[in-house]
């Protein structure tokens, strides 16, 4: 009885290490004495037990943190870089057999990338341009890692981390613009309105109704504001005459004669 046992614990033992179940995303990379026979899947794969060798491969977009890599820009600006890495397995077999470990692999490759681009630009291009930057990485990354069956298929630089001087030296350079952008646009409107004003006085100066009628709008405003007191603006040529019968008032009295002498003198 026992042999029988031991015969079916060996059979079941033997269907298990032969049949391998792989899902949609998946690829099984077979190796036969040693040997690669190619990559199979997805679905039910069966083995030779003891002969063939299995590893498994997934296919799906990998997300992989770049760490933070400590770089000084072609300026000489001391930052912290960090990344974000996106790329699949296109061929399994040159996964496996290129290289012993293509996740580790691509990350390490990823690090010393983003130094060597991040290096060779200054903070303003890497501040300004990072999507320029992060197609120059992905371009360089998919590049070398197509020999490994790697297909990189995205590259963000997540965070540059400034030294707290620059981040401050940035602050006041920030404000100081956004100071000259008021002052322009201040100046941009008074140079309006007086352009305004002018193009009006011309046009009243032309018309004179226009000025009357401007007069009577005024007077409408203010009585409008239910004020206590009402300032009524009168020309200056109402004054003329008045000004005019007054210098002749004056130019008619003589002034006292300075020679004659009080009567009674010796």
């Excluded at 069956?149 to 630089?157: D, F, H, L, Q, S």
């Excluded at 956004?178 to 011309?202: N, P, S, T, V």
């Excluded at 007054?246 to 020679?259: C, D, F, I, L, R």
Aim: glycine letters at 6%.
């Amino acid at each position: 009885m026992v042999p029988y046992i031991a015969l079916l614990v060996i059979a079941i033992l033997f269907l298990y290490s032969a049949i391998k179940i792989l899902n949609e995303y998946e690829r099984g990379v077979i190796f036969r004495l040693g040997r690669v026979i190619g990559a199979k899947g997805p679905g039910l794969i069966l083995l030779i037990p003891v002969i063939d060798k299995m590893v498994r491969v997934d296919l799906r977009v990998v997300a992989m943190d770049v760490p933070a890599q400590d770089v000084i820009t072609r300026d000489n600006v001391s930052i912290k870089v960090s990344a974000v890495l996106y790329f699949r397995v296109l061929d399994p077999n040159r996964a496996i057999v290129s290289v012993e470990n293509y996740l580790y692999a691509t990350s390490q490759l990823a690090q010393t990338t983003l130094r060597s681009v991040c290096g060779q630009a200054e903070l303003d291009d890497l501040l300004s341009e990072r999507e320029k930057i992060n197609t120059h990485i992905q371009e360089i990354l998919d590049k070398d890692t197509e020999p490994w069956g790697i297909k990189v298929a995205k590259v963000e630089i997540k965070h540059i981390d400034l030294p707290q001087e620059m981040q401050r030296a940035m602050a006041k350079q920030a404000e100081a613009e956004r100071e000259r952008r008021a002052k322009i646009i201040g100046a941009e409107g008074e140079y309006q309105a007086a352009q305004k004003l002018a193009d009006a006085a011309q046009i009243i100066s032309m018309q004179p109704q226009a000025l009357q009628l401007r007069y009577l709008q005024t007077l409408r405003e203010i009585a409008a504001e239910n004020n206590s007191t009402t300032i009524f603006p009168i020309p200056i040529d109402l004054f003329t005459p008045f000004m005019e019968v007054a210098k002749a008032m004056k130019g008619s009295v003589a002034p006292p004669s300075g020679g004659s002498k009080p009567e009674g003198g010796a």
